[in-house]
Structure formats: C-alpha cells, structure tokens
C-alpha cells in the first residue's frame, strides 16, 4: 500500500482509483424510469448497458462484465444495491432496498458506490418514487 508523505502530511492511499485514468463526462441528472433502466440489460444494442446503485445510474456500456455473457450480467438493466452491498450474484438480491442492512454492508455499498464513479459516467437518477 502506497501513502505518500511529506513533512506535514500523511496522505490516504488512493482508495478504488482505476489502474488506467478514465476520462469521465460531467454527471446528468436525467431521470431514468424503471421500465427504461430494465431495458439497459445489455441484451440489446440499441440500449446502453445501465446499473444504477442507491438510485444514481451508471453507463457500463464498455465493460462486458455486464453484458449478456459477463460475470456480473445480473446487475445489469436493475438497481443493484441490494447485491451490491451483500456480495451476491443471485438475481433476487439485485433489488434497490439497502437501508434495512447492517453498518458493515452499507460500507460495501458505498465502497462500490465510490469504485463506479471514478469508472462510469453517471447518465441520470432512477424516477423518484421508483425504487422505495
């Protein structure tokens, strides 16, 4: 683990930074439905490939982790906070509800929270109301 250190300061490592430099578009607030977040699945090019974690979507479009064949397919087209925040893969746990978990798997979540956004552009906001 590197810290950087100078006379006065002892720096955090650069926790989730991403080994290539990603260069990110500004984040959109655009609101994004339920119905068109399921289309973003990756299963069809027309669409982009979305996963949108604590409400806030993400364009993984460039990734095929997420696509049809990719390991981590199931997160795709849902809000996946749920199975974020538990490290599952099951299809049941990829579901927005994460406020009823223990301290430790809100940690996780938003560990990953922060690991996407220095990776994917943020291209809008679940539809308020949509995944209470």
């Not at 068109?36 to 982790?65: H, M, Q, R, W």
């Not at 798997?105 to 539809?127: H, P």
Request: charged share 35%; net charge negative; aromatic share 10%.
């Amino acid at each position: 683990m590197d810290v950087k250190r100078d006379a006065n300061h002892v720096e955090e490592p650069k926790r989730f930074e991403p080994k290539q430099p990603v260069q990110l578009d500004p984040p959109k607030d655009d609101i994004i439905s339920l119905d068109y977040l399921a289309k973003c699945d990756g299963s069809n090019e027309e669409y982009p490939t979305l996963v949108a974690i604590k409400g806030t979507v993400f364009d993984v479009s460039k990734n095929e982790a997420y696509g049809p064949k990719g390991q981590y397919k199931v997160f795709a087209g849902k809000d996946a906070s749920r199975a974020l925040a538990q490290s599952s893969l099951k299809p049941e746990d990829c579901r927005p509800e994460w406020e009823d978990l223990p301290d430790k798997e809100k940690g996780v979540l938003n560990d990953w929270f922060t690991f996407f956004s220095k990776r994917y552009n943020v291209v809008g906001k679940v539809q308020a109301g949509a995944n209470l």
